[in-house]
């Protein structure tokens, strides 16, 4: 604030020189910042409460996409074919799972190969999940280190691809079905029936342009494992790895061709791997072992890594056809426990009130919506919000976004199961025509998916909120951050004015100028001890590693090392480094100013880093923000509050206390699990489980736990506790 | 134009009078020489091994090098003689594709699949008889003539990115050889109907009367071709005799419907078809004007092979008498011929044709050939020595890799033994890749990787010819001899390349589809795909079995790639041009603030007007504009104290200002 002293010297001898309009709004905002705080603060969480409300229809927004313009084609031979290969499959139930398995894979082959379809295999053996620091970000990398494995570790996965008749292969639909070889059961099976009805269907239409991959996954490892080995061998391949895995003496996959040569299969099944173009979109299909009461339902899934999101006209497209062509229920996932919570019951009802109240007076104002469509609506956005500030992805479909495909997760749970072979049939039917239209939307599409939006919530399958709306709720939480900072630091230097006016003499020596450029600088100070936690910070992150390299420890243990060893090194850091303020002698008042000079730096250090989290993952930058922010606006010594000894003052160093121990990650982590889950189930161990499985997915939020949250959480500490 | 009808009339009766007489004269001239204008169709037939049926249809219209007509020609197109005498064509190609050739099962080592399977979309190649320089004009000018010919866009091939020269890998002609894909161009009746034009029966009789469209377009894989031969006869070279092949190439599928799966042993029986049902028409007997007009069934190799197996024949049976006693399938028309092809060099077996003369066939008795099968038969085509593929590798819009892999298949092996080789044998690989300028190849990133290892460059290529890209200028070409050792099972090539930005207006309406990368072209210098037949006088009238007789490299296309490149977001022109407009407004503004402004100026003002010897009249104006801007006229009050007194203030006038807003919202709309 170079602007203010200059402004405050030349108010004695020459009339004020008018400063300029944005600079007199900024020292405003600045002069009122708790004010602008306390407001700006309020109207974030409201805006953020009122999402729900201002979510908009989904509408489809591609029109080369068509959904349902044409009329299904899958007939009842396509079901009973289907239902003959999945006979064939669970009449293999009964034998030992190793013959079963491969016996399943070969069936599978010969239905494939039938229909004209190429079929290959793909081998590969799942990695061990593995901390590694360096690979954090990397991306898909292609350095698959080939370790010694055993045979029985190998997944084989089989993929078929239909050739368009006409098309010139230079994009690809992805169908993938999980399916534990072997070991099936009646929901693979019945998964893998769909699938199969879309594909015979697929292998004898003229309208196919792209060529069509169904990539049955073997899952016995995770849905995950096997999509994300194959899509990194279909972009990335590693040409001289090959004939190691390939010269591998695996009696049981030599096995496997030599049984596939004797049939007399039309076409051969190469070894090689297939490819089939650019992929356009994917699909996974699963069906839930779970049974509705009343009637079909559809749960998409589609958050994938960091918070992304598939481009949200293939939501549409599968939400239309399935709601308004199959009549299935689409559901995307929400957090059941908010359904009953009477808080946002009341909110809801509040709304509608106030939705009312508004339509009243003028008809034309529709924002008002049910107390139980607010309710229904925030569960779920809690929920979207919640996966996508996680950063895992939520299904297989995950892998394919990390290839810039978009993809989602189909997953079709039926009504009560009943042995009736007619409703069997009509919910591979049903099923099949919903694959079926979709593949065929995505195959009338001649350019990718780019129409509609990538950044977006859901509120409902069919209601979203853009990004250009939800950014409203965070932009005016973190606003207050820079004013706050700024006016922090303002504070610290106009007390630093005021002792150089009262003893404006004459006698002003050289020796004062120069204390004066030194205060000028003692931000440094501040700023030096908030990069040093920030560099702790790191260091925490990297702890795992060396906790993972630990034998036999268990994850509750692996907590409290942890939680013990950052404990100790934030010691150590202090021991080596000291307190920066050991280095200057300091005068009564400007150790009063020295931690508001540390909370400004602080607050700017969140700012920041909440910001660029804003940008890679927003989600968690909102919720972050939630927590950070009341935390870092509030923090106060606790002994000024108590010497001040008023209720006030008492109050503020209790919520200090409290916003602290919130903000605290595993602190964090526990309250957010007792209000959904209960009391119960609370074990320390959950919490490193819960890390482990942040940095196995390298997930952003990781990264922003250790390099935003906990320095910003162990500042605020360190100015609560402060000596002054 | 616009004659009056007697005027017509006289044409009509002129034309039809030198016709007379012209035929005459070449009725009396065929005796005593040989120089006349020819036109053969044939049609060859051929079952695939995938239950599918190829068709490939053969005219050739040849123009003998004489002017005895001046420029006018008894069947030869005229345009395309024009064509040929203006830009000094030796020898042209011209394809459109629809649809993949399928190496793997059908087949990519026989003549057909060497010479007329090609990339989809359209693919030119010209050799031009002309000085170095005028090469690129010529070129210029043909796309744009072909481009008007054919109703196609070829004369985007006109810009100098998407055409190259090369040199030896694709075709030997140094320095006069253009080459050019379109691998975005649909193909369609429009393109196949002045193809038809080009015939002189059209498609109104003779073996083309089969092109039934819809039959044609719902194929799996339709080729449609012209190639061009000139040769200069004499001396003057001002003559050229001209041949002039059309050729199309149709992979249909005879099942309409699917056998039922239920039985197996039925669903490997192949699909008895005949003419009628894969076309929906017959053939009503010759076109008039051809010399001759032959359709002939082919079985291949493997198929012969396979039903010698199956039906225990002797080797010498099939060859010496008829197909009374076959038993596996049974064909509805006696062929005419049967011919067998000398086996010289393979030792699978030898291929059946059969031959059928259309002309003893009239529209009381059309000719509508079937073939019923009656016992499962299965085999394979016969493959290029290695199966080549190309993909593209990496992800995201920054940079990617083009890989081309080779598999060695089965083939390999049994050819290795007939060269007689042993290890010193090679295997000549020619690879030419032409790739677009904004897939910015690094040729130095060229890895080579052979069964599984990765090997120096220079050990295992022979030759190599690399022309990189010019930015919106030329694209990039890699011409390039590989030598394998011949047991080799897996070769791969591996480039990466960087993505470029277009400009704005380069990009095509569909932008975010992708870009295309061209078809790489793959040939086998060592293997030649032709077949020997027994020397023969009827061999001589057949073109097209001439043209099977000879030599030529077995070359196979791989597939077109499509590289998703960062495109604009067009939609949003408007968001585009606010943004930069603020962008703009702030930093100029700004800058002219900064530029513009003395401060001591200012200072000087402000002293004077301290000192109070203002006119009345700037006093006014100045009370005037401080009303205006809401401030206060306190100059001497504190800036905390004057911001509250500001607050107060405008908060007032904005809740003025809302009450209003709010009444009018509520009372006028």
């Excluded at chain 1, 699963?286 to 960091?306: Q, W």
């Excluded at chain 2, 006018?72 to 197109?77: I, N, V």
């Excluded at chain 2, 087949?107 to 170095?132: C, H, M, Q, R």
Aim: with cysteine.
């Amino acid at each position: 604030m170079p602007k203010t002293k200059t402004e405050a010297e030349t108010e004695t001898e020459t009339p004020k020189m008018k400063p300029r309009p944005i600079v007199r709004l900024g020292i405003f905002l600045i002069s009122h910042s708790l004010l602008v705080s306390v407001v700006c603060c309020t109207a974030g969480v409201l805006a953020l409460l009122l999402l729900p409300l201002l979510a908009k229809n989904t509408y489809i927004s591609e029109n080369a996409l068509m959904p349902g313009s044409a009329s299904s084609m899958i007939s009842n031979r396509d079901i009973s074919e289907a239902n003959r290969l999945a006979n064939d499959l669970s009449d293999l139930n009964l034998e030992p799972q190793d013959t079963a398995a491969m016996e399943s894979r070969r069936i599978l082959t010969k239905y494939m190969s039938d229909l004209g379809a190429e079929v290959s295999y793909h081998k590969f053996h799942p990695k061990p999940n593995q901390f590694h620091p360096l690979h954090f970000f990397s991306g898909p990398d292609s350095t698959s280190t080939v370790e010694n494995f055993s045979c029985s570790a190998y997944v084989v996965n089989t993929v078929g691809i239909i050739r368009a008749p006409r098309g010139d292969g230079k994009e690809a639909i992805v169908l993938v079905t999980p399916y534990k070889f072997g070991k099936s059961g009646l929901a693979e099976t019945l998964s893998l029936s769909i699938a199969y009805t879309v594909f015979s269907l697929l292998s004898r239409v003229t309208w196919l342009a792209k060529d069509i991959v169904w990539f049955v996954a073997d899952s016995q490892y995770g849905e995950y494992a096997p999509v994300e080995a194959w899509l990194r061998d279909y972009h990335t391949p590693v040409f001289t790895g090959l004939g190691t895995l390939n010269a591998d003496t695996c009696v049981k996959i030599d096995d496997l061709y030599v049984l596939e040569r004797k049939p007399i299969a039309q076409s051969k099944i190469s070894d090689g791997f297939r490819r089939a173009g650019t992929m356009a979109a994917a699909l996974i299909l699963k069906v839930a072992d779970r049974n509705e009461l009343l009637e079909d339902t559809l749960t998409i899934y589609a958050e994938a890594s960091n918070g992304q999101m598939p481009n949200l006209d293939l939501i549409n497209a599968v939400n239309y056809l399935a709601v308004h062509r199959q009549g299935l229920r689409v559901k995307v996932e929400k957090f059941f426990t908010l359904l009953d919570s009477r808080w946002l019951e009341i909110l809801g009802e509040i709304f509608e009130l106030l939705g009312k109240v508004a339509r009243s007076l003028n008809p034309g104002w529709k924002f008002g919506i049910s107390a139980a469509d607010y309710i229904e609506g925030s569960a779920t956005l809690a929920s979207s919000l919640y996966y996508q500030a996680l950063g895992i992805p939520t299904g297989p479909h995950g892998a394919f976004r990390d290839f810039q495909v978009d993809a989602i997760t189909l997953e079709i749970s039926p009504k009560v199961s009943s042995h009736n072979k007619a409703r069997h049939n009509e919910f591979l039917l049903r099923g099949g025509r919903l694959v079926e239209g979709v593949i065929r939307s995505i195959n009338n599409l001649l350019e990718k998916f780019h129409q509609s939006f990538f950044l977006y919530l859901l509120t409902s399958p069919s209601k979203f909120v853009s990004v250009g709306v939800y950014m409203i709720a965070f932009a005016l939480l973190v606003a207050p951050l820079p004013l706050v900072a700024a006016s922090l630091y303002a504070e610290a230097y106009q007390l630093d004015l005021g002792v150089k006016n009262t003893k404006s003499t004459p006698t002003a020596t050289a020796s004062d100028a120069l204390g004066i450029t030194f205060r000028s600088w003692k931000w440094l100070y501040a700023a030096k001890e908030v990069f040093l936690i920030h560099v702790w910070g790191a260091a925490v992150l990297l702890l795992p590693y060396f906790i993972c390299q630990v034998p036999n420890c268990s994850p509750t243990s692996s907590t409290v090392i942890w939680i013990f060893l950052s404990m100790l090194s934030l010691l150590i850091f202090y021991f080596i480094v000291g307190s920066p303020y050991t280095h200057v002698s300091i005068s009564q008042p400007e150790k009063k100013g020295e931690w508001a000079i540390l909370k400004s730096v602080t607050i700017s250090a969140v700012f920041i880093g909440l910001l660029l989290m804003s940008v890679v993952n927003f989600a968690t930058a909102e919720i972050g923000a939630l927590l950070l922010v009341p935390m870092c606006l509030m923090a106060q010594p606790l002994k000024l509050d108590i010497k001040a000894g008023k209720l006030r003052s008492f109050l503020r160093a209790i919520c200090n206390l409290v916003l602290a121990f919130v903000a605290f990650p595993p602190a964090a982590y526990f309250v957010v699990k007792t209000i959904f889950e209960g009391f119960d189930s609370i074990n320390v161990g959950e919490f490193w489980n819960w890390m482990e499985s942040l940095w196995a997915w390298n997930s952003a939020t990781y990264i922003y736990m250790g390099m935003v949250h906990l320095p910003c959480w162990v500042l605020c500490l360190h100015v609560l506790l402060h000596s002054c | 134009m616009a004659l009056p009808p007697r005027w017509t009339f006289l044409l009509h009766l002129l034309a039809i009078l030198l016709l007379l007489s012209s035929t005459k004269t070449f009725g009396s001239a065929t005796d005593t020489e040989a120089e006349e204008e020819e036109f053969h169709e044939e049609l060859l037939l051929k079952p695939l091994p995938d239950r599918k049926v190829l068709a490939h249809f053969y005219f050739e219209t040849g123009a003998p090098p004489s002017n005895s007509n001046g420029h006018h020609h008894h069947l030869f197109p005229k345009a395309i003689s024009q064509l040929v005498q203006k830009f000094q064509i030796k020898e042209m190609e011209l394809s459109f594709t629809q649809g993949r050739w399928n190496y793997e099962r059908w087949g990519g080592f026989d003549t057909i699949s060497s010479n007329y399977a090609k990339p989809p979309g359209v693919e030119l190649w010209a050799v031009f008889d002309v000085p170095k320089e005028q090469v690129d004009a010529s070129w210029k000018n043909l796309t744009h003539t072909l481009s008007g010919l054919f109703c196609a866009s070829i004369n985007f091939l006109e810009s100098s990115t998407m055409y190259s020269a090369p040199d030896w890998s694709f075709r030997q002609a140094s320095g006069s050889l253009r080459y050019g894909t379109l691998p975005r161009e649909a193909v369609c009746t429009e393109n196949l109907t002045p193809w038809l034009k080009l015939l002189p029966c059209r498609d109104k009789a003779g073996l083309s009367a089969l092109l039934d469209r819809p039959s044609i377009y719902r194929s799996f894989y339709h080729s449609q071709q012209l190639h061009l031969t000139s040769k200069p006869s004499d001396l003057e070279g001002l003559n050229l005799g001209i041949v002039l092949e059309q050729t199309l190439t149709v992979v249909l599928d005879p099942s309409s419907q699917r056998t039922s799966l239920t039985h197996i042993s039925e669903s490997y029986l192949q699909p008895s078809w005949s003419l009628s049902s894969i076309f929906g028409r017959k053939v009503n007997g010759k076109c008039v004007l051809a010399k001759s007009s032959n359709v002939y069934l082919q079985l291949e190799r493997g198929l012969v092979a396979e039903l010698k197996k199956n039906e225990n024949y002797g080797a010498d049976y099939i060859a010496s008498e008829g197909f009374d006693g076959e038993t596996s399938f049974e064909l509805s028309v006696n062929p005419d011929r049967v011919l067998k092809e000398e086996n010289s060099r393979h030792g699978i077996g030898s291929s059946f044709l059969y031959e059928f003369s259309v002309e003893k066939y009239s529209n009381s008795k059309p000719f509508d050939l079937g073939l019923t099968w009656k016992f499962p038969v299965i085999w394979s085509c016969q493959q290029a020595p290695l199966h080549s593929s190309r993909f593209l590798m990496g992800s995201g819009n920054e940079n990617g890799a083009i890989a081309i892999s080779l598999k060695s298949t089965d083939l390999n092996d049994s050819s290795l033994g007939a060269n007689g080789a042993s290890d010193g044998c090679e295997l000549h690989v020619n690879i030419f890749q032409v790739v677009p300028w904004y897939t910015r190849v690094y040729y130095h990133s060229l890895q080579l990787f052979v069964d599984d290892q990765p090997k120096a460059v220079g050990d295992f290529v022979e030759k190599m010819h690399v022309l990189p890209s010019k930015d919106k200028i030329s694209p990039g070409m890699m011409e390039m001899v590989l030598k394998l050792p011949c047991g080799v099972k897996s070769a791969a090539l591996t480039l990466e390349f960087d993505k470029g930005f277009l400009h704005i207006d380069e990009y095509p309406p569909d932008a975010n589809q992708g870009f295309d990368i061209p078809s790489a072209a793959i040939s086998f210098p060592d293997f030649h795909a032709s077949m020997l037949f027994p020397r023969n006088d009827s061999l001589k009238k057949s073109p097209m079995l001439s043209k099977f007789q000879e030599k030529s490299h077995v070359l196979s296309y791989t597939e077109v790639l499509l590289v998703p490149l960062t495109t604009p977001d067009f939609s949003m022109p408007y968001n585009v041009i606010t943004i930069t407009c603020t962008v703009f407004a702030l930093y100029f503004g700004s800058l002219l603030n900064v530029l513009r402004r003395r401060v001591g100026e200012e200072e000087r003002l402000l002293k004077r007007k301290a000192a109070g010897k203002t006119g009345r009249l700037s006093e006014l104006l100045s009370r005037l504009s401080a009303k205006l801007s809401g401030r206060s006229q306190e100059p001497a009050q504190s800036p905390s104290n004057s911001s509250s007194l500001i607050n107060s203030k405008l908060l007032l006038k904005v809740l003025l200002v809302v009450a209003f807003a709010v009444a009018w919202q509520y009372y006028f709309i």
